[in-house]
């Protein structure tokens, strides 16, 4: 049951200052994140979104008082009192925006809602989420939205998911079921024991799946008070404030009347009017709070218009801050803040070892990677580094001439590549590349991004090797067929069969005690020049310098005389090589 989630739980002392919990909303572009928000919010930020996908992260705070309001029947049905001050709630559009709300040693969110469309089940990006989440150890639930889509469903708007159940008929909670087995099943099949949520005894076995509406907010109730519960029962001792006001940056932007603002999410601390920050640039940059900015509550950070001045905010919380010198501020970098001068030197060295902790190891003949965030940059680093592609020089920002230059340099052409992620790249740089045979990848979903040049990669070394087995000779092994004697010489032409390898016009041909015997002059099928045989053909040869009778007899097996230059060049392309032509090329060396 439900309850079994705050059962033991003994109540924060009072006077002990905690923050919000962060939670961080994953899953895939199309399966209801921000609209599931919106229910919440009671506001519309999803249907002002381009193609109602998420372009950038947002934060909300949810405060106690409308948890309370939303949960009011499951709280009073479970006598549970609420001790957290609320929930902070980041919609992010994939996973490498989550790994960019960053900070040292992890990602800032203390939960995640999973979102799965219960109709569709498992998608690509659904697959990244919960990677994501599983190498930052993040506590999750999945809320498996679009229950008003199974067909059927009678909408209960704004009821919570047990009391809609009820009034649903037999057959179509039969198919609610079915759909809830198939998420458990796609779930366990990717390591992870889940279980509707008023079905789970042990919260720390089981992954709760809470079956959800964005449109009509059913589901909403339990959601919020899993979320709550889960906070209060697993983050215990987890939540304390400490007296160092510490953020993530998520956008730089220029505002008419203020000048360069940043958009902060504070996940430790307070933060004042008049406080000083060091925040990451390309070496850390230190300023003086001129004035702090924040939305209305349940208001999204990026979409709102009306932001209150105020003189003091604590943690968890999504702020604008208005100061001089926040031009090269880079989004994804850390923010420290502290209450005087004196202190701006240790916290110029806190926020420069995280940015040092972005690390990769540098390779010259890599290739370079550009993106538009820290974190972005370090999803990047990570994602390739899996992929074994070395990386040369990695930076936040746009492509610059000296990017090119430095890609030039190197001797594969296969990594004479730049990567960008999330950056748009100026046409007179995209005409500098292409004269300098620099290749550039673009696209703001980062395994779109790797998958892209991946294909492009494997195309070329495709090309690369039939290019290289165009102008080389092959192993080949063939046995002149008896009775098939049709000139003894000048040339000699006689009939052939592909034992093994692969058979070329113009291989130099050799017996078997390695003497040479002469090069393959034409090559005919069924009365026609061909170019070419492989193994099984039968073909008429004509070798020239040889003598049926003399050198050669009928019966006798002839294998390919290869040079230095083929064997190093078939060495090279082995995979392409057949499996007889790996025989002969092993029994060759």
């Avoid at 995640?112 to 659904?126: M, P, R, S």
């Avoid at 198919?175 to 789970?200: A, C, H, K, T, W």
């Amino acid at each position: 049951m439900v309850i079994s989630v705050f059962k033991n739980y003994n109540r924060q002392g009072v006077g002990m200052s905690i923050r919000q919990p962060i939670v961080a909303v994953l899953g895939h572009v199309d399966h209801g994140k921000t609209t599931l928000l919106d229910a919440v919010r009671g506001t519309a930020v999803a249907s002002h979104e381009p193609g109602a996908i998420t372009q950038s992260i947002g934060a909300t705070n949810i405060p106690a008082q409308t948890i309370q309001k939303i949960c009011g029947e499951l709280l009073q049905k479970f006598k549970i009192e609420l001790t957290i001050p609320g929930l902070l709630v980041i919609d992010s559009p994939g996973h490498a925006s989550f790994v960019m709300l960053r900070k040292r040693g992890g990602a800032i969110a203390d939960l995640a809602i999973l979102v799965v469309d219960i109709n569709e089940g498992f998608k690509e990006q659904t697959e990244e989420s919960l990677n994501i989440l599983k190498e930052y150890k993040t506590p999750f639930v999945v809320a498996a939205t679009k229950i008003d889509k199974i067909r059927g469903w009678y909408q209960n708007k704004g009821s919570g998911f047990l009391n809609s159940l009820e009034k649903q008929r037999e057959d179509v909670k039969e198919e609610l079921n079915n759909r809830i087995y198939n998420l458990i099943v796609q779930m366990s099949e990717r390591g992870f024991d889940s279980e509707r949520f008023d079905r789970v005894e042990d919260f720390t076995k089981n992954i709760a799946i809470i079956p959800v509406s964005g449109q009509t907010g059913e589901g909403l109730p339990e959601l919020l008070l899993m979320l709550s519960g889960l906070a209060q029962r697993f983050l215990k001792g987890k939540l304390e404030l400490s007296e160092i006001g510490k953020g993530t940056v998520l956008e730089v932007k220029e505002i008419r009347g203020l000048g360069n603002v940043i958009d902060v999410i504070l996940y430790d601390g307070s933060i004042e009017r008049g406080n000083f920050v060091v925040v990451g640039g390309r070496e850390p940059i230190s300023t003086k709070i001129r004035s702090l900015l924040k939305p209305r509550e349940l208001q999204e950070l990026r979409a709102e218009k009306q932001f209150e001045n105020i003189e003091k905010d604590v943690a968890a919380t999504g702020i604008r801050i208005s100061a001089p010198n926040l031009e090269n501020v880079i989004s994804g970098s850390p923010i420290v803040v502290v209450k005087s001068e004196s202190d701006l030197e240790n916290a110029k060295s806190l926020v420069q070892k995280e940015i040092e902790n972005i690390q990769f190891e540098r390779n010259i003949d890599g290739i370079v990677i550009k993106a538009s965030t820290l974190g972005g940059l370090e999803a990047l680093i990570k994602l390739l580094g899996e992929e074994n592609v070395p990386i040369k020089k990695a930076e936040v920002g746009k492509i610059t001439r000296d990017d090119i230059i430095e890609a030039q340099t190197v001797q594969d052409e296969l990594k004479r590549v730049i990567l960008t992620f999330d950056v748009q790249t100026p046409d007179e740089i995209k005409y500098i590349a292409r004269d300098l045979g620099v290749m550039i990848f673009e696209n703001d979903v980062i395994y779109r991004l790797i998958e892209g040049y991946k294909g492009w990669s494997s195309q070329k070394k495709e090309k690369e090797s039939e290019a290289k087995l165009s102008i080389v000779d092959r192993p080949v092994e063939v046995q002149i067929l008896k009775g098939a004697v049709f000139r003894v010489s000048d040339p000699a032409v006689f009939g052939v069969e592909v034992s093994r390898g692969y058979l070329k016009s113009g291989v130099l041909l050799k017996r078997q005690d390695g003497k040479l015997v002469g090069k393959v002059k034409e090559i005919q099928s069924e009365g026609k020049t061909v170019s070419e045989a492989k193994r099984g053909d039968r073909v008429a040869v004509s070798v020239e310098n040889v003598t049926i009778g003399r050198q050669i007899s009928e019966g006798d097996k002839l294998f390919s005389a290869l040079g230095e230059n083929d064997l190093k060049v078939l060495r090279e392309v082995y995979d392409k090589l057949t499996d007889t032509e790996k025989e002969l090329l092993d029994e060759s060396s």
